[in-house]
C-alpha cells in the first residue's frame, strides 16, 4: 500500500463514520444504495461479453462495493435500533398497564368491599345467613312465625344484592390477576420476561407490587404480589453477577 492509500478496512470504518451521523437520513442511504447497485450493474459483465483484466474501473468497482457493504450495515443497524426502540416501549407499556391495574384495584377495592360489609350487616342484623359466594339463606329462627311468602321475597332481593357485590369485588380481583399475568408475560416458571427486561435495563418496580401485597387479603391476586416482589429481587440478584 502506498503513501496516502487507505486500506480496505479502515476504509470501511470511514464509511460507516459518515453514515452513522444523524444527519445523515435513511432515505438518503437507501438512495446511495440503490445508486451504487445501479452503478455495479452496469459495469457487471453480461453473458459472453469480453472483460479487461481486472474488470472494468476496478478501483472503482472495489470502491462501490465498500460503500454498499457500509450503507447496508448503516440500514441494518437503524433496524435493529427501532426494533430495539419498539422493544422498550412496549416494556415500558405493558409495566404501566400492569401498576395501572394494580393501583386501579386497591383504589375500587375498598368501596366494594364496604358495600358488602353493609349489605351483610343488613343480611345478618335481619336474621339471615350470608355465605360466603353472597348467596343469602333463611334460618330457622326467622322462619318461626313469619310469613313465609314475605321472608322469600325479601331473601331472594338481598340474596341478589349480596352475591353482585362479592361478585363484583371477584371479578375486580380476578381481571387484575389475569391482567397483570398477561402484561407482565406471567407463567408456570421463570421469571416473566417483562421483568426480567426491566430489571436488565435499570428498573425497579418492587415498591408498587410490595405495597399490594401488604394491602390485598389473602388471594390470588396477593399471591401474585408476593411471587413478582420475589422474581424482581432474583432478577436483580442475577443482573448484579452477570454485571
Not at 418496580?205 to 390485598?216: C, D, G, I, Q, Y
Request: hydrophobic share 40%; glycine share 6%.
Amino acid at each position: 500500500m502506498s503513501d496516502g492509500e487507505v486500506d480496505s478496512g479502515e476504509a470501511h470504518e470511514q464509511y460507516l463514520r459518515a453514515f452513522r451521523h444523524p444527519a445523515v437520513s435513511r432515505d438518503q442511504l437507501r438512495d446511495l444504495l440503490d445508486a451504487v447497485n445501479a452503478f455495479l450493474d452496469t459495469i457487471t459483465p453480461k453473458e459472453g461479453e469480453f472483460v479487461p483484466h481486472g474488470g472494468w474501473a476496478p478501483e472503482s468497482t472495489a470502491m462501490a462495493f465498500q460503500i454498499g457493504r457500509a450503507v447496508e450495515q448503516v440500514l441494518s443497524e437503524r433496524e435493529d435500533a427501532d426494533r430495539e426502540l419498539v422493544r422498550r416501549r412496549d416494556i415500558r407499556d405493558r409495566l404501566v398497564a400492569a401498576l395501572d391495574a394494580v393501583l386501579d384495584c386497591l383504589r375500587t377495592l375498598p368501596e366494594l368491599a364496604e358495600a358488602e360489609v353493609k349489605l351483610g350487616t343488613i343480611c345478618v342484623n335481619e336474621g339471615y345467613q350470608v355465605y360466603e359466594d353472597g348467596s343469602v339463606r333463611t334460618t330457622p329462627a326467622q322462619e318461626a312465625g313469619a310469613d313465609a311468602g314475605l321472608l322469600e321475597l325479601r331473601r331472594v332481593e338481598l340474596d341478589e344484592q349480596m352475591t353482585a357485590a362479592v361478585a363484583a369485588r371477584a371479578a375486580l380481583m380476578d381481571d387484575t390477576t389475569d391482567l397483570i399475568r398477561e402484561r407482565l408475560g406471567v407463567g408456570d416458571v421463570g421469571i416473566p420476561w417483562v421483568i426480567l427486561a426491566a430489571t436488565q435495563g435499570g428498573l425497579d418496580v418492587s415498591e408498587p407490587f410490595e405495597f399490594a401485597a401488604e394491602h390485598l387479603p389473602d388471594c390470588e391476586l396477593r399471591d401474585l404480589m408476593v411471587q413478582l416482589v420475589t422474581d424482581i429481587e432474583l432478577a436483580r440478584t442475577l443482573e448484579e453477577r452477570v454485571g
